[in-house]
């Protein structure tokens, strides 16, 4: 920890939270809290009878005392917590984050680092997982986050076990991802390419039903699902709702990336299927309620860049998202 995070900061930080909420009249207590690579959370325990509501209502004067351009509140049980950004925040990459690890298990995409400074993984075959969608504004590290779990699990599995079908409409999130030998072709970017692709797949789904079989996984990357949804027509959109209803089970998981998950703009039928959201910073709490399916998560007041929250099962988890740099392509190809 930098000197700038020294426990005299920390605990003056503390005194500071106490005082600006006692003196709106509620009083709390600070007892200790997370230092994760992107923002410090301080846990609250409010007195008997204190409103959460009023708490989130001062983020602003919180903000103000603590010197930060904006705070989280967000509750945990009968706790609260503040979430302040760190002045000397870092990036967390991708291969350095993953050789400490030493190895993860198969068909296991890594997310970044969640709250608590523990690696955060996600296992697609699970049955609570199956298909992920990944939601955020512009600048909330959308593509980054998809780009980091495929190169995460194409360097944990070989092609023999796990294959990547990548769709990118915008043409500008996959390219990297292509020279991959996991890949099953080139990257799709126009609509025509992306329907031929789509209706391999279904056929390829369809082949494993009738035979029983699932493997090799593959991973059914698509950036801007709602780019892709406008420009592939009805076509488009049954086929990603058949891989998003049956695919599981015949070892086929779809990664969307979108930025307003709405059910009109990507339909209700496909929005239903997603049970894992990884979701960024948003413009507001409504779209911080669509994307995460749930209210309340705060996901409007993320930081951006790579700064997200994990809804599964109606937990909430804030992770900083993994991150793969430029620098770092080459030694992903040495790999391979």
């Not at 690579?37 to 325990?45: A, G």
């Not at 996991?182 to 391999?200: F, G, K, N, Q, Y």
């Not at 209803?245 to 039928?269: C, D, F, N, T, Y």
């Amino acid at each position: 920890m930098q000197a700038r995070l020294s426990q005299e900061y920390l605990n003056f930080q503390c005194d500071r939270i106490e005082r600006v909420l006692a003196s709106h009249r509620v009083p709390v207590r600070v007892h200790g809290g997370t230092v994760s690579p992107r923002w410090i959370r301080f846990h609250l325990t409010p007195a008997l009878g204190a409103r959460v509501a009023t708490v989130r209502n001062l983020s602003e004067e919180l903000a103000l005392a603590l010197g930060a351009q904006d705070v989280r509140v967000s509750r945990e049980g009968e706790a609260l917590a503040v979430e302040v950004p760190r002045p000397d925040a870092e990036p967390v990459r991708l291969l350095p984050l993953l050789k400490s690890l030493g190895g993860i298990p198969p068909l296991t995409a890594c997310l970044g680092l969640s709250e608590d400074g523990r690696p955060l993984l996600i296992r697609l075959p699970s049955p609570d997982v199956a298909h992920v969608l990944v939601a955020g504004a512009t600048g909330s590290g959308k593509t980054d986050l998809m780009r980091a779990m495929l190169v995460s699990l194409a360097l944990s599995n070989r092609q023999s076990k796990l294959q990547l079908a990548l769709i990118d409409p915008k043409g500008r999130g996959f390219g990297p991802l292509a020279a991959l030998p996991h890949t099953l072709d080139d990257v799709a970017t126009e609509p025509i390419a992306a329907r031929r692709l789509l209706e391999r797949l279904v056929a390829e789904m369809e082949r494993r039903d009738r035979e029983g079989v699932s493997s090799p996984r593959i991973i059914v990357a698509v950036d801007e699902l709602h780019d892709l949804l406008t420009t592939g027509g009805k076509e488009v959109e049954i086929a990603l709702v058949r891989i998003a209803q049956r695919g599981r089970e015949a070892g086929l998981h779809l990664v969307a990336g979108v930025q307003k998950p709405s059910a009109a703009a990507i339909g209700g039928m496909l929005k239903a299927n997603f049970p894992v959201r990884l979701v960024g910073k948003v413009s507001s709490a409504e779209d911080a309620r669509t994307a995460a399916g749930i209210s309340g998560t705060g996901a409007e007041r993320l930081l951006g860049r790579g700064d997200f929250i994990a809804v599964a099962s109606g937990q909430v988890i804030r992770f900083q998202a993994a991150w793969l740099p430029a620098r770092d392509w080459d030694a992903v190809m040495l790999r391979f």
